[in-house]
Nanobody, 121 residues
Framework: VQLQASGGGLVQAGASLTLSCAPS????????IAWFRHVPGKARDFVAS???????LYAEFVEGRFTISRDNAKKAVSLRMDSLIPEDTATYYC????????????????WGQGTLVTVSS
């Protein structure tokens, strides 16, 4: 089972960026997918999650700027990030679980490698 996160990069404040998470080796449609982000020296923070049926959950700091979506036909989950600010700079990770779609990092059993997002001021 693997998760491949992609789409990170360097952007200016106010720009948009879309991250993608593509699982392999699992029946994708049955899994909830979440995004977390990590800044060195800090805890890994929950960003957003989406259940197998499309229900979504967001961190408060998202404040309507981020949108998580899934395409089961393409077997991918996207995280669109608008109005990026320098504080959004982090390595973003996607995670999957067949039974959990909440905010707790320790509940997700499958993790992918991160993708770095850097927002310049």
């Amino acid at each position: 089972v693997q998760l491949q996160a992609s789409g990170g990069g360097l952007v200016q404040a106010g720009a948009s960026l879309t991250l993608s998470c593509a699982p392999s080796g699992v029946t994708f449609s049955r899994y909830a997918i979440a995004w977390f982000r990590h800044v060195p020296g800090k805890a890994r923070d929950f960003v957003a999650s989406i259940t197998s049926s499309g229900g979504t959950l967001y961190a408060e700091f998202v404040e309507g700027r981020f949108t998580i979506s899934r395409d089961n036909a393409k077997k991918a989950v996207s995280l669109r990030m608008d109005s990026l600010i320098p504080e959004d700079t982090a390595t973003y990770y996607c995670a999957a679980d067949a039974f959990y779609a909440g905010r707790s990092m320790i509940e997700y059993r499958i993790w992918g490698q991160g993708t770095l997002v850097t927002v310049s001021s």
